[in-house]
């Protein structure tokens, strides 16, 4: 059973221009939260911690706010699955077609190609970030062993995994 809210009437067609509102909220959505992820990139190569953490709050607004987007989705495809007689997980843009004044049918495919676009993209942003975010972590986390003379798993000139001994750096040398 779907989460729907109570006032949304599942046998209800489709409003003309309903179905291309919620593609272009999608879309906008998708903007913020790409631009948001590129912000984010740029953050994290400057090493602004704060500004990551801003790009990140950003993030999770989006994300949530993507919730309502979804329900509206969800309600959407109900609909147009009790009109096309078929079940809701089985319809598409495709099969909602014909639902749709002649006029919307073009806007609609196009604002679906923009969407599936910008997915592939914010899939691909969001994984150089993480990318990025766990070089640094690692970098961070070389720094500290190297610092605290703890010493770092790795392979012998032979292959086998051993334990080299500890490292002994000098961050600050106040010698004369």
């Known amino acids: 059973m779907s989460a729907l809210p109570a006032m949304v009437d599942r046998r209800a067609p489709l409003r003309p221009g309903e179905l291309l509102a919620h593609l272009e909220s999608q879309v906008e959505s998708s903007r913020r939260l790409l631009q948001a992820l590129i912000s984010q990139t740029e953050a994290i190569r400057d090493h602004k911690v704060e500004d990551v953490l801003l790009r990140l709050r950003d993030i999770q607004v989006e994300v949530a706010g993507r919730a309502r987007i979804e329900l509206d989705r969800e309600a959407l495809l109900e609909r147009a699955g009790h009109a096309l007689g078929l079940a809701p997980d089985v ?18 495919l196009a604002l679906s190609a923009e969407l599936k676009g910008l997915v592939k993209e914010i899939e691909r942003v969001h994984a150089h970030n993480r990318i990025l975010i766990r070089q640094e972590l690692a970098f961070v986390d070389h720094l500290l062993r190297a610092m605290s003379g703890t010493p770092q798993g790795g392979y012998t000139p032979q292959g086998a995994a051993g334990t080299p001994a500890p490292v002994q750096l000098a961050t600050l040398d106040f010698r004369a």
């Open 91 to 108: 319809v598409d843009l495709n099969a909602m077609l014909p639902l749709l004044p002649l006029e919307e049918r073009a806007p609609a």
